[in-house]
Protein backbone atom coordinates (compact mmCIF):
# COMPACT_ATOMS: atom_id res chain seq x y z
CA UNK A 1 0.00 0.00 0.00
CA UNK A 2 1.36 3.73 -0.87
CA UNK A 3 2.62 5.10 2.23
CA UNK A 4 0.74 8.53 2.56
CA UNK A 5 2.73 11.91 2.86
CA UNK A 6 2.28 13.40 6.17
CA UNK A 7 1.56 17.09 6.44
CA UNK A 8 4.61 17.51 9.35
CA UNK A 9 5.38 21.01 10.69
CA UNK A 10 9.28 19.63 11.57
CA UNK A 11 10.95 16.66 10.17
CA UNK A 12 10.72 13.53 12.06
CA UNK A 13 12.40 10.56 12.14
CA UNK A 14 11.17 8.55 9.20
CA UNK A 15 10.07 5.43 11.08
CA UNK A 16 7.85 7.43 13.15
CA UNK A 17 6.37 9.05 10.19
CA UNK A 18 5.73 5.07 8.40
CA UNK A 19 3.56 3.96 11.37
CA UNK A 20 0.37 3.82 10.92
CA UNK A 21 -3.09 1.91 11.17
CA UNK A 22 -3.91 0.23 8.05
CA UNK A 23 -6.81 -1.86 7.63
CA UNK A 24 -5.75 -4.02 4.61
CA UNK A 25 -3.62 -6.56 6.02
CA UNK A 26 -2.17 -9.66 4.00
CA UNK A 27 -4.37 -12.69 5.60
CA UNK A 28 -1.87 -15.56 3.78
CA UNK A 29 1.43 -14.39 5.15
CA UNK A 30 2.27 -15.38 9.08
CA UNK A 31 4.51 -13.67 11.40
CA UNK A 32 7.16 -15.64 11.83
CA UNK A 33 8.13 -15.69 15.66
CA UNK A 34 11.24 -14.53 15.45
CA UNK A 35 10.15 -10.73 14.26
CA UNK A 36 6.72 -11.70 16.78
CA UNK A 37 9.20 -12.05 19.22
CA UNK A 38 11.20 -8.55 18.12
CA UNK A 39 8.32 -6.44 19.05
CA UNK A 40 7.72 -8.15 22.36
CA UNK A 41 11.00 -8.06 23.30
CA UNK A 42 10.33 -3.95 22.06
CA UNK A 43 7.73 -3.55 24.23
CA UNK A 44 9.50 -4.92 27.06
CA UNK A 45 12.40 -2.61 26.83
CA UNK A 46 9.88 0.52 27.48
CA UNK A 47 10.21 2.59 30.60
CA UNK A 48 7.82 2.44 33.14
CA UNK A 49 7.41 3.77 36.57
CA UNK A 50 9.39 2.78 38.92
CA UNK A 51 10.44 0.66 36.56
CA UNK A 52 7.21 -1.18 37.48
CA UNK A 53 6.58 -3.12 33.54
CA UNK A 54 3.13 -3.01 33.94
CA UNK A 55 2.31 -4.48 30.93
CA UNK A 56 1.34 -8.17 29.96
CA UNK A 57 0.23 -9.10 26.29
CA UNK A 58 -1.79 -12.26 25.63
CA UNK A 59 -1.05 -13.73 21.73
CA UNK A 60 -3.17 -15.40 19.27
CA UNK A 61 -1.65 -16.22 16.38
CA UNK A 62 -4.53 -17.28 13.19
CA UNK A 63 -1.91 -19.47 12.19
CA UNK A 64 -0.76 -21.36 15.19
CA UNK A 65 -3.68 -21.10 17.19
CA UNK A 66 -6.76 -20.52 15.52
CA UNK A 67 -8.87 -20.82 18.56
CA UNK A 68 -7.50 -18.51 20.76
CA UNK A 69 -7.60 -15.80 17.71
CA UNK A 70 -11.33 -17.08 17.14
CA UNK A 71 -12.28 -15.74 19.85
CA UNK A 72 -10.48 -12.48 20.57
CA UNK A 73 -11.97 -12.25 16.96
CA UNK A 74 -15.70 -12.82 18.21
CA UNK A 75 -15.43 -10.21 21.36
CA UNK A 76 -14.13 -7.13 18.50
CA UNK A 77 -17.26 -4.48 17.74
CA UNK A 78 -18.74 -5.39 14.15
CA UNK A 79 -16.71 -2.50 12.87
CA UNK A 80 -13.53 -4.16 13.78
CA UNK A 81 -14.66 -7.10 13.10
CA UNK A 82 -15.25 -6.18 9.35
CA UNK A 83 -11.57 -5.61 8.79
CA UNK A 84 -9.81 -8.07 11.02
CA UNK A 85 -11.65 -10.80 9.42
CA UNK A 86 -8.27 -12.51 8.38
CA UNK A 87 -5.88 -10.53 10.17
CA UNK A 88 -3.01 -12.86 10.83
CA UNK A 89 -2.07 -12.29 14.88
CA UNK A 90 -3.69 -10.03 17.79
CA UNK A 91 -1.77 -9.20 20.76
CA UNK A 92 -4.48 -8.40 24.05
CA UNK A 93 -2.51 -5.56 25.82
CA UNK A 94 -3.32 -5.60 29.47
CA UNK A 95 -1.73 -3.88 32.63
CA UNK A 96 -1.39 -4.47 36.05
CA UNK A 97 -2.53 -1.77 38.13
CA UNK A 98 -0.99 -1.98 41.32
CA UNK A 99 3.44 -1.33 42.24
CA UNK A 100 4.69 -4.72 43.76
CA UNK A 101 3.82 -3.54 47.11
CA UNK A 102 0.58 -2.99 46.92
CA UNK A 103 0.19 0.37 46.32
CA UNK A 104 -2.32 1.52 42.82
CA UNK A 105 -0.10 2.32 40.04
CA UNK A 106 -1.02 5.47 38.81
CA UNK A 107 0.67 5.20 35.69
CA UNK A 108 0.26 1.48 34.96
CA UNK A 109 -1.79 2.72 31.96
CA UNK A 110 0.52 4.99 31.07
CA UNK A 111 2.83 2.58 30.52
CA UNK A 112 1.38 -0.43 28.49
CA UNK A 113 0.72 2.87 26.21
CA UNK A 114 4.53 3.21 25.81
CA UNK A 115 5.13 -0.39 25.81
CA UNK A 116 2.05 -0.53 22.75
CA UNK A 117 4.14 2.35 21.06
CA UNK A 118 7.76 0.50 21.23
CA UNK A 119 5.52 -2.34 19.54
CA UNK A 120 4.40 -0.36 16.94
CA UNK A 121 7.24 0.99 15.91
CA UNK A 122 9.13 -2.42 16.08
CA UNK A 123 6.91 -3.72 14.47
CA UNK A 124 6.96 -0.79 11.72
CA UNK A 125 10.77 -1.12 11.07
CA UNK A 126 10.41 -4.54 10.57
CA UNK A 127 7.97 -3.56 7.55
CA UNK A 128 5.16 -5.35 9.52
CA UNK A 129 1.66 -3.05 10.38
CA UNK A 130 -0.18 -2.99 13.41
CA UNK A 131 -3.80 -1.49 14.51
CA UNK A 132 -4.28 -1.02 17.73
CA UNK A 133 -8.17 -1.31 18.75
CA UNK A 134 -10.24 -0.06 22.00
CA UNK A 135 -13.27 -1.36 19.67
CA UNK A 136 -14.14 -4.66 21.95
CA UNK A 137 -15.64 -6.30 24.93
CA UNK A 138 -13.33 -6.04 27.09
CA UNK A 139 -14.34 -8.23 30.66
CA UNK A 140 -15.97 -10.68 28.24
CA UNK A 141 -12.90 -10.92 26.32
CA UNK A 142 -10.65 -10.80 30.12
CA UNK A 143 -13.13 -13.81 31.11
CA UNK A 144 -12.81 -16.20 27.66
CA UNK A 145 -8.75 -15.85 27.78
CA UNK A 146 -8.42 -16.33 31.30
CA UNK A 147 -6.51 -13.06 32.16
CA UNK A 148 -6.65 -12.68 36.11
CA UNK A 149 -9.31 -10.13 37.54
CA UNK A 150 -6.88 -7.51 38.82
CA UNK A 151 -5.70 -6.70 35.37
CA UNK A 152 -7.18 -4.19 32.98
CA UNK A 153 -7.56 -5.75 29.48
CA UNK A 154 -6.88 -2.55 27.57
CA UNK A 155 -5.95 -2.80 23.78
CA UNK A 156 -5.89 -5.11 20.93
CA UNK A 157 -3.47 -4.58 18.41
CA UNK A 158 -3.65 -6.55 15.27
CA UNK A 159 -0.20 -7.48 13.78
CA UNK A 160 0.73 -8.56 10.09
CA UNK A 161 2.02 -7.58 6.67
CA UNK A 162 0.75 -5.31 4.61
CA UNK A 163 -2.43 -6.28 2.30
CA UNK A 164 -3.41 -4.25 -0.12
CA UNK A 165 -6.54 -1.83 -1.05
CA UNK A 166 -8.28 -4.45 -3.51
CA UNK A 167 -9.14 -7.01 -0.35
CA UNK A 168 -10.94 -3.85 0.98
CA UNK A 169 -14.30 -2.38 0.29
CA UNK A 170 -15.89 0.41 -0.71
CA UNK A 171 -16.40 2.43 2.20
CA UNK A 172 -13.31 0.71 3.94
CA UNK A 173 -11.28 1.38 0.78
CA UNK A 174 -12.36 5.10 1.46
CA UNK A 175 -11.30 5.41 4.51
CA UNK A 176 -7.86 3.66 4.09
CA UNK A 177 -7.24 6.47 1.41
CA UNK A 178 -8.28 9.13 3.71
CA UNK A 179 -5.49 12.03 4.14
CA UNK A 180 -4.26 11.33 7.75
CA UNK A 181 -4.41 14.53 9.71
CA UNK A 182 -3.45 15.85 13.21
CA UNK A 183 -4.14 18.93 15.31
CA UNK A 184 -1.60 21.67 14.72
CA UNK A 185 1.45 22.24 17.42
CA UNK A 186 0.22 25.27 18.33
CA UNK A 187 -3.14 23.51 19.17
CA UNK A 188 -1.12 21.01 21.60
CA UNK A 189 1.63 22.71 23.20
CA UNK A 190 1.64 25.76 25.69
CA UNK A 191 5.12 27.23 26.09
CA UNK A 192 5.56 28.38 29.54
CA UNK A 193 2.36 28.10 31.18
CA UNK A 194 -1.30 27.31 29.81
CA UNK A 195 -3.02 29.82 27.08
CA UNK A 196 0.51 30.09 25.53
CA UNK A 197 0.64 28.58 22.49
CA UNK A 198 3.82 26.90 21.20
CA UNK A 199 4.35 28.86 17.86
CA UNK A 200 6.55 26.25 15.65
CA UNK A 201 9.12 27.87 13.14
CA UNK A 202 7.32 27.58 9.82
CA UNK A 203 10.69 27.06 8.34
CA UNK A 204 10.54 23.24 9.62
CA UNK A 205 7.81 21.84 7.35
CA UNK A 206 9.88 23.02 4.54
CA UNK A 207 12.96 21.42 5.50
CA UNK A 208 11.04 18.37 6.12
CA UNK A 209 9.86 18.38 2.71
CA UNK A 210 13.26 18.36 1.24
CA UNK A 211 14.06 16.17 3.66
CA UNK A 212 11.55 12.98 2.70
CA UNK A 213 11.70 13.99 -1.06
CA UNK A 214 13.97 13.61 -4.22
CA UNK A 215 14.15 17.64 -5.04
CA UNK A 216 13.38 16.68 -8.78
CA UNK A 217 9.75 14.74 -7.69
CA UNK A 218 9.03 18.14 -5.70
CA UNK A 219 5.70 19.61 -7.61
CA UNK A 220 7.34 22.58 -7.73
CA UNK A 221 10.36 21.83 -9.59
CA UNK A 222 11.04 23.15 -12.85
CA UNK A 223 14.11 22.27 -13.96
CA UNK A 224 14.97 25.15 -16.54
CA UNK A 225 13.83 28.68 -15.87
CA UNK A 226 9.96 29.01 -16.11
CA UNK A 227 8.66 29.62 -19.20
CA UNK A 228 6.84 32.27 -18.30
CA UNK A 229 9.55 34.32 -16.45
CA UNK A 230 12.39 32.95 -19.37
CA UNK A 231 9.26 35.04 -21.46
CA UNK A 232 8.87 37.79 -19.44
CA UNK A 233 13.19 38.70 -19.53
CA UNK A 234 13.18 38.49 -23.01
CA UNK A 235 10.12 40.72 -23.60
CA UNK A 236 11.42 43.28 -21.22
CA UNK A 237 14.65 42.88 -22.56
CA UNK A 238 16.30 42.19 -19.31
CA UNK A 239 19.95 40.39 -19.38
CA UNK A 240 21.80 41.88 -16.61
CA UNK A 241 21.65 43.52 -13.10
CA UNK A 242 21.16 42.25 -9.78
CA UNK A 243 17.91 39.43 -8.84
CA UNK A 244 17.03 38.03 -6.30
CA UNK A 245 15.39 34.70 -6.03
CA UNK A 246 13.29 33.83 -3.30
CA UNK A 247 12.21 31.23 -1.98
CA UNK A 248 15.26 29.26 -4.47
CA UNK A 249 14.49 25.25 -3.53
CA UNK A 250 17.11 23.34 -5.08
CA UNK A 251 18.34 26.80 -6.99
CA UNK A 252 17.09 25.68 -10.63
CA UNK A 253 15.67 29.41 -11.18
CA UNK A 254 18.54 31.02 -9.82
CA UNK A 255 21.26 29.20 -11.91
CA UNK A 256 19.23 29.95 -14.82
CA UNK A 257 19.00 33.59 -14.38
CA UNK A 258 22.83 33.16 -13.23
CA UNK A 259 23.91 31.54 -16.15
CA UNK A 260 21.76 34.23 -18.13
CA UNK A 261 23.86 37.16 -16.73
CA UNK A 262 22.30 37.93 -13.29
CA UNK A 263 23.95 38.70 -11.08
CA UNK A 264 21.89 36.68 -8.48
CA UNK A 265 21.17 36.53 -4.24
CA UNK A 266 19.23 33.58 -3.72
CA UNK A 267 17.71 32.79 -0.56
CA UNK A 268 15.73 29.50 1.20
CA UNK A 269 14.62 28.68 4.48
CA UNK A 270 15.43 24.95 4.21
CA UNK A 271 19.29 24.37 4.74
CA UNK A 272 18.64 20.80 2.78
CA UNK A 273 17.23 22.61 -0.25
CA UNK A 274 20.13 25.32 -0.46
CA UNK A 275 22.95 22.18 -0.03
CA UNK A 276 21.55 21.07 -3.23
CA UNK A 277 21.06 24.92 -4.63
CA UNK A 278 24.90 25.45 -3.88
CA UNK A 279 26.04 22.27 -6.00
CA UNK A 280 24.38 22.91 -8.69
CA UNK A 281 25.34 26.34 -8.54
CA UNK A 282 29.06 24.67 -8.29
CA UNK A 283 28.18 22.06 -11.44
CA UNK A 284 26.96 24.90 -13.37
CA UNK A 285 30.13 26.85 -12.62
CA UNK A 286 28.14 30.27 -11.63
CA UNK A 287 28.39 32.31 -8.78
CA UNK A 288 25.01 33.02 -6.55
CA UNK A 289 25.00 34.44 -2.79
CA UNK A 290 23.29 31.99 -1.47
CA UNK A 291 21.61 33.02 1.78
CA UNK A 292 19.10 31.35 4.34
CA UNK A 293 16.37 33.49 4.77
CA UNK A 294 12.61 34.40 5.39
CA UNK A 295 11.01 36.92 3.85
CA UNK A 296 9.15 37.32 6.44
CA UNK A 297 11.58 38.07 8.57
CA UNK A 298 14.22 39.07 5.65
CA UNK A 299 18.17 40.09 6.74
CA UNK A 300 18.65 41.26 3.63
CA UNK A 301 19.16 44.73 2.24
CA UNK A 302 18.89 45.06 -1.46
CA UNK A 303 17.70 46.82 -3.63
CA UNK A 304 17.37 44.44 -6.22
CA UNK A 305 16.63 45.04 -10.13
CA UNK A 306 14.92 42.21 -10.52
CA UNK A 307 12.83 39.69 -8.17
CA UNK A 308 11.30 36.30 -8.77
CA UNK A 309 9.05 34.46 -6.67
CA UNK A 310 8.10 31.10 -8.26
CA UNK A 311 5.85 29.63 -5.05
CA UNK A 312 5.55 32.13 -1.86
CA UNK A 313 3.57 34.50 -1.50
CA UNK A 314 0.46 31.56 -2.28
CA UNK A 315 1.42 30.08 1.45
CA UNK A 316 0.77 33.55 3.02
CA UNK A 317 -3.21 33.48 3.87
CA UNK A 318 -2.95 35.31 6.80
CA UNK A 319 -3.28 39.36 5.69
CA UNK A 320 -0.24 40.49 8.29
CA UNK A 321 2.09 37.76 6.71
CA UNK A 322 0.70 39.66 2.83
CA UNK A 323 2.12 43.02 4.80
CA UNK A 324 5.21 41.99 5.94
CA UNK A 325 6.29 40.20 2.71
CA UNK A 326 4.81 43.63 0.95
CA UNK A 327 6.99 45.62 3.36
CA UNK A 328 10.01 43.09 2.52
CA UNK A 329 9.60 43.51 -1.62
CA UNK A 330 9.30 47.07 -1.19
CA UNK A 331 12.40 47.17 0.61
CA UNK A 332 14.28 44.91 -1.55
CA UNK A 333 12.90 46.50 -5.09
CA UNK A 334 14.97 49.23 -6.50
CA UNK A 335 12.82 51.98 -7.77
CA UNK A 336 12.11 51.00 -11.37
CA UNK A 337 13.01 47.31 -10.95
CA UNK A 338 10.92 44.56 -11.84
CA UNK A 339 8.77 41.97 -9.87
CA UNK A 340 7.67 38.40 -11.28
CA UNK A 341 5.52 36.52 -9.75
CA UNK A 342 4.05 33.36 -10.09
CA UNK A 343 0.94 31.71 -7.92
CA UNK A 344 -2.00 29.06 -7.77
CA UNK A 345 -4.71 31.06 -9.23
CA UNK A 346 -8.52 30.45 -7.90
CA UNK A 347 -9.47 28.54 -10.87
CA UNK A 348 -7.21 25.74 -9.74
CA UNK A 349 -9.66 23.63 -7.89
CA UNK A 350 -7.21 20.37 -6.22
CA UNK A 351 -7.16 20.32 -2.70
CA UNK A 352 -3.23 19.94 -2.46
CA UNK A 353 -1.01 22.35 -2.90
CA UNK A 354 -0.24 25.47 -1.18
CA UNK A 355 -3.09 27.23 0.70
CA UNK A 356 -4.28 30.90 -1.44
CA UNK A 357 -5.48 30.48 -4.75
CA UNK A 358 -5.32 34.22 -5.94
CA UNK A 359 -7.45 35.87 -8.10
CA UNK A 360 -6.40 38.91 -10.51
CA UNK A 361 -8.03 41.46 -8.28
CA UNK A 362 -6.55 39.96 -4.79
CA UNK A 363 -2.88 40.79 -7.18
CA UNK A 364 -3.72 43.81 -7.92
CA UNK A 365 -5.35 45.03 -4.60
CA UNK A 366 -2.08 44.02 -3.28
CA UNK A 367 0.24 45.27 -5.59
CA UNK A 368 -0.92 48.14 -7.39
CA UNK A 369 -0.20 50.87 -4.05
CA UNK A 370 3.56 50.35 -4.16
CA UNK A 371 4.20 48.87 -8.03
CA UNK A 372 3.24 49.12 -11.55
CA UNK A 373 1.14 46.28 -12.72
CA UNK A 374 2.17 45.82 -16.29
CA UNK A 375 0.44 42.31 -16.59
CA UNK A 376 -1.37 39.24 -15.51
CA UNK A 377 -1.49 36.69 -17.31
CA UNK A 378 -3.24 33.31 -16.56
CA UNK A 379 -1.31 30.39 -17.19
CA UNK A 380 -0.26 27.22 -15.47
CA UNK A 381 2.97 25.72 -13.56
CA UNK A 382 5.11 23.04 -15.34
CA UNK A 383 4.90 20.38 -12.97
CA UNK A 384 7.03 16.83 -12.82
CA UNK A 385 4.41 15.21 -10.93
CA UNK A 386 0.98 16.54 -12.05
CA UNK A 387 -0.32 15.36 -15.36
CA UNK A 388 -2.74 18.20 -15.78
CA UNK A 389 -0.27 21.06 -14.67
CA UNK A 390 -1.98 23.46 -12.13
CA UNK A 391 -3.77 26.31 -12.73
CA UNK A 392 -1.64 29.99 -12.08
CA UNK A 393 -1.42 33.42 -12.61
CA UNK A 394 1.54 35.07 -13.33
CA UNK A 395 2.42 38.66 -12.31
CA UNK A 396 4.73 41.26 -14.08
CA UNK A 397 5.37 44.66 -12.22
CA UNK A 398 7.65 47.58 -11.98
CA UNK A 399 8.63 49.07 -8.48
CA UNK A 400 7.16 52.47 -8.25
C1 LIG B 1 -5.94 3.11 22.10
C2 LIG B 1 -6.36 3.10 20.66
C3 LIG B 1 -7.60 2.58 20.32
C4 LIG B 1 -8.00 2.49 18.98
N1 LIG B 1 -9.18 1.88 18.66
C5 LIG B 1 -9.48 1.66 17.36
C6 LIG B 1 -10.60 0.86 17.00
O1 LIG B 1 -11.29 0.30 17.83
N2 LIG B 1 -10.85 0.68 15.67
C7 LIG B 1 -10.10 1.26 14.71
O2 LIG B 1 -10.38 1.07 13.53
N3 LIG B 1 -9.01 2.01 15.02
C8 LIG B 1 -8.68 2.21 16.32
N4 LIG B 1 -7.56 2.93 16.65
C9 LIG B 1 -6.71 3.48 15.58
C10 LIG B 1 -6.86 4.98 15.52
O3 LIG B 1 -8.08 5.31 14.90
C11 LIG B 1 -5.64 5.54 14.75
O4 LIG B 1 -4.47 5.30 15.49
C12 LIG B 1 -5.80 7.04 14.53
O5 LIG B 1 -6.86 7.29 13.65
C13 LIG B 1 -4.53 7.62 13.95
O6 LIG B 1 -4.20 7.00 12.74
P1 LIG B 1 -2.76 6.37 12.51
O7 LIG B 1 -2.53 5.35 13.59
O8 LIG B 1 -2.83 5.75 11.13
O9 LIG B 1 -1.77 7.46 12.62
C14 LIG B 1 -7.15 3.01 17.98
C15 LIG B 1 -5.91 3.56 18.34
C16 LIG B 1 -5.51 3.59 19.66
C17 LIG B 1 -4.15 4.16 20.00
Redesign the pocket.
Known amino acids: MAQQRLNVQAPIHPLIAK?????AFDPDRPVSIELLTSCLEAARWSASSYNAQPWRFVVADRFHDPKSWQIVFDH??P??QH?NRRVPVFVVATTYPFLEDGRPNGHAEHDL?QA?ANF?LQATALGLVT??????KKDELRLALGVPEEYTV???IALGWPGTLDQLDEDLKK?ELLP?E?KPLENLIHIGSWGHPFQPPKSLGWEARYQETKHECLPWFSPQLDSDFAEALASLGLHSGTALDIGCGSGTQAVALARKGFDVTATEVSPTALKAARELAEQNKVSIRFVEDDILNTRLQGPYDLIIDRGILHNFPEPEDRTTYLTALKKLSKPGGYFFLKCFSHKETRQEGPPCRLTPEELKSLFQPDFEILEIKETTFQSPVHDHPPQALLLLAKRK
Do not use: D, E, I, Y
Request: hydrophobic share 35%.
Open positions: RWSPRLVVNWGNCHQMAGFKTVRRR
